[in-house]
């Protein structure tokens, strides 16, 4: 069994289903057992169980930049 998808604060994602503004696209803001993501089309944040949210995705749009140390 895999383990849970590595997700980033940053990442930008495209989702199966889109937000009733017609958006797909969302920004993740918070991580952790809920999933904290962000509208990119009318800017609306959404907290969603990691469970939930994991099945939903449809690709990456863009990875956020690793940190530099």
């Known amino acids: 069994m895999p383990g849970p998808l590595q997700l980033e604060v940053g990442d930008v994602v495209q989702l199966r289903k889109a937000h009733p503004?017609?958006?797909d696209t969302w920004r993740i803001l918070r991580v952790g057992a809920d999933i904290g993501i962000?509208?990119?089309?009318?800017?609306?944040?959404?907290?969603?169980?990691?469970?939930?949210?994991?099945?939903?995705?449809?690709?990456?749009?863009?990875?956020?930049s690793p940190p530099i140390h």
């Open 38 to 64: 962000e509208c990119l089309t009318c800017r609306r944040y959404v907290l969603v169980r990691r469970s939930h949210f994991e099945g939903r995705i449809k690709r990456f749009v863009s990875r956020a």
């Open 21 to 23: 503004c017609g958006g």
